[in-house]
């Protein structure tokens, strides 16, 4: 039988895979409403899915080549009285670490739950026996 969490992030990977991904905030650009509020990576949202605000579920897009669900900010507001969860995909530690602390200031919070990393497959131990 699967794990709760190995069915938590397969089916945030399966959103992702069938989802069409919309980065309306590109890297380096300012929120529409608090131009203060500087995107340090792209930001964006999976059309066709809901989030607790009504619009389409928080996308955080990292470096990493492979766009798999790295990690996931839940995050609390106290201005908008909501809460949310974030998907970081393709996300480095350091990139992880830019998202969270964007998540974490002005009457906002946000905790980090990280995804495992995948197994590194283990190497033939060489046989000292006759083949």
């Not at 992030?9 to 989802?19: F, K, R």
């Not at 990280?114 to 283990?122: E, G, I, M, N, Q």
Request: with cysteine; net charge negative.
């Amino acid at each position: 039988m699967q794990s709760f969490e190995a069915a938590f992030w397969q089916t945030l990977d399966h959103l992702v895979a069938t989802a069409r991904l919309v980065l309306d905030r590109p890297r380096g650009t300012a929120h529409p409403r608090y131009p203060e509020f500087i995107y340090p990576l792209d930001y964006g949202y999976l059309a066709g899915t809901t989030a607790a605000d009504g619009d389409g579920i928080d996308v955080w897009v990292g470096s990493l080549p492979e766009r798999r669900v790295t990690a996931v900010i839940c995050t609390v507001d106290r201005g908008k009285r909501d809460a949310e969860l974030k998907l970081l995909l393709g996300c480095t530690p350091q990139e992880t670490e830019m998202a969270l602390n964007f998540h974490n200031r002005d009457g906002q919070a946000g905790l980090l739950v990280l995804r495992a990393p995948l197994p590194v497959a283990d190497t033939p131990a060489e046989s000292s026996g006759p083949a």
